[in-house]
């Protein structure tokens, strides 16, 4: 077979990644379009202070202008949208839709958190999209309220109930939906909210809790590299009091600004196709695998490699017996900052397919691997 060049090639990874490829006379894929998403708007506050004088919807539209500004004049080429530029009730799931459309690289989401009591709590946090570190039967665990708060916007909204399938932002087991996907841009959004958080260590608002994942819903319907960034907490002095000065504000979109910086120079640099590992499996509109991309691997075993069914690919270690594997026991590989889990592995991959129509009746969106030298790939 004559060499396919590399646009050829990165056409045909295209087609199974659908991600959006450059007319040849244009180089490399670029980063082109960031969507920034103030929360809440209109009807919907968010949090309100305690002498109930600011809003969050009014502070994070104004640190999403000034991040807005920021990357157009530093990068003209970069299509900056927002989903509300000013103070409208924007629906979640539009939200997600409104970046997909968009055909955007990188999604984020600005917030203001608070507390019911008390006026300790403070700092910043940024959130990927994922299942919470699970106590017990708590599904939400430490964020629980946190994440019950931006979820619930939806009951502001029409009809939540049919359009939201049944998810009940106040029930934590309506979250399981969350716990078995797979996020296809979870390492690069796990990138992009570590440079946040170092960036934003920097103060104003300094101190930090930390990059978690969490079943945000708005993180869950895009599709593409997406964070939710808590600046500051409304219900504390000093962070409210950076809040509310301009000089604040304006400190807390320059540092955002910053890792998008780093965002952008990874991106550009990297031509954009994730690493083939994360790649979710290619299912055709009709719902059936896509046809193999290259002629199956042959039957008979090889040293050190083996076949399986990865069931999750998350950034936190999970405990082998976690109810998740449903009594399964997965084999464990981590690669950077992921850890994913692997069941029934086999040398054969005819054993490990056969597998695969048991386990993809229980883990849906699980799909057939190859483990070799410590990494696992797709097997089309
Ligand atoms: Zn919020």
């Given at each position: 077979?004559?060499?396919?060049?590399?646009?050829?090639?990165?056409?045909?990874?295209?087609?199974?990644?659908?991600?959006?490829?450059?007319?040849?006379?244009?180089?490399?894929?670029?980063?082109?379009?960031?969507?920034?998403?103030?929360?809440?708007?209109?009807?919907?506050?968010?949090?309100?202070?305690?002498?109930?004088?600011?809003?969050?919807?009014?502070?994070?539209?104004?640190?999403?202008?000034?991040?807005?500004?920021?990357?157009?004049?530093?990068?003209?080429?970069?299509?900056?949208?927002?989903?509300?530029?000013?103070?409208?009730?924007?629906?979640?799931?539009?939200?997600?839709?409104?970046?997909?459309?968009?055909?955007?690289?990188?999604?984020?989401?600005?917030?203001?958190?608070?507390?019911?009591?008390?006026?300790?709590?403070?700092?910043?946090?940024?959130?990927?999209?994922?299942?919470?570190?699970?106590?017990?039967?708590?599904?939400?665990?430490?964020?629980?309220?946190?994440?019950?708060?931006?979820?619930?916007?939806?009951?502001?909204e029409d009809n939540f109930e049919t359009r939201y399938q049944g998810f009940d932002p106040?029930?934590?087991?309506?979250?399981?939906?969350?716990?078995?996907?797979?996020?296809?841009?979870?390492?690069?959004?796990?990138?992009?909210?570590?440079?946040?958080?170092?960036?934003?260590?920097?103060?104003?608002?300094?101190?930090?809790?930390?990059?978690?994942?969490?079943?945000?819903?708005?993180?869950?319907?895009?599709?593409?590299?997406?964070?939710?960034?808590?600046?500051?907490?409304?219900?504390?002095?000093?962070?409210?009091?950076?809040?509310?000065?301009?000089?604040?504000?304006?400190?807390?979109?320059?540092?955002?600004?910053?890792?998008?910086?780093?965002?952008?120079?990874?991106?550009?640099?990297?031509?954009?196709?994730?690493?083939?590992?994360?790649?979710?499996?290619?299912?055709?509109?009709?719902?059936?695998?896509?046809?193999?991309?290259?002629?199956?691997?042959?039957?008979?075993?090889?040293?050190?490699?083996?076949?399986?069914?990865?069931?999750?690919?998350?950034?936190?270690?999970?405990?082998?017996?976690?109810?998740?594997?449903?009594?399964?026991?997965?084999?464990?590989?981590?690669?950077?900052?992921?850890?994913?889990?692997?069941?029934?592995?086999?040398?054969?991959?005819?054993?490990?397919?056969?597998?695969?129509?048991?386990?993809?009746?229980?883990?849906?969106?699980?799909?057939?691997?190859?483990?070799?030298?410590?990494?696992?790939?797709?097997?089309?």
């Open positions: 077979m004559k060499l396919l060049s590399p646009l050829s090639l990165m056409l045909i990874a295209a087609a199974f990644l659908a991600i959006p490829v450059p007319a040849a006379s244009q180089g490399p894929i670029k980063l082109k379009t960031v969507v920034i998403d103030p929360g809440h708007g209109g009807k919907d506050a968010g949090c309100v202070s305690r002498d109930k004088k600011t809003f969050e919807k009014n502070i994070a539209l104004d640190i999403a202008l000034r991040l807005n500004r920021k990357i157009a004049s530093a990068f003209p080429d970069v299509d900056v949208k927002m989903t509300r530029s000013d103070d409208r009730f924007v629906e979640l799931e539009q939200r997600a839709v409104f970046a997909n459309k968009a055909g955007a690289n990188l999604f984020i989401s600005v917030h203001v958190n608070s507390v019911e009591r008390g006026t300790s709590a403070n700092g910043f946090s940024v959130h990927v999209l994922g299942q919470s570190q699970r106590k017990g039967n708590d599904l939400y665990s430490k964020n629980l309220d946190l994440v019950k708060r931006e979820n619930s916007v939806i009951m502001l106040n029930d934590p087991q309506s979250s399981i939906i969350f716990s078995l996907m797979q996020n296809a841009h979870l390492s690069a959004s796990l990138a992009f909210a570590e440079d946040v958080a170092g960036a934003m260590a920097g103060g104003p608002i300094r101190h930090s809790r930390g990059v978690s994942q969490d079943p945000f819903w708005v993180l869950w319907r895009t599709a593409m590299p997406s964070v939710l960034i808590e600046v500051g907490f409304m219900t504390n002095p000093d962070d409210l009091a950076v809040m509310r000065s301009e000089a604040g504000r304006q400190g807390i979109a320059d540092n955002i600004f910053k890792a998008f910086c780093v965002f952008k120079t990874r991106y550009d640099g990297s031509a954009s196709i994730p690493p083939v590992e994360d790649v979710k499996p290619v299912v055709t509109p009709s719902g059936e695998p896509a046809a193999p991309a290259e002629p199956q691997h042959r039957n008979d075993p090889k040293d050190g490699v083996l076949y399986g069914i990865q069931v999750l690919a998350i950034g936190k270690k999970m405990d082998p017996k976690d109810p998740f594997f449903q009594g399964y026991e997965p084999m464990e590989l981590k690669v950077g900052k992921l850890y994913k889990y692997i069941i029934c592995p086999d040398t054969y991959l005819s054993q490990a397919k056969k597998s695969y129509t048991k386990v993809v009746t229980i883990f849906k969106d699980s799909y057939l691997v190859k483990v070799e030298n410590g990494a696992s790939c797709p097997v089309r």
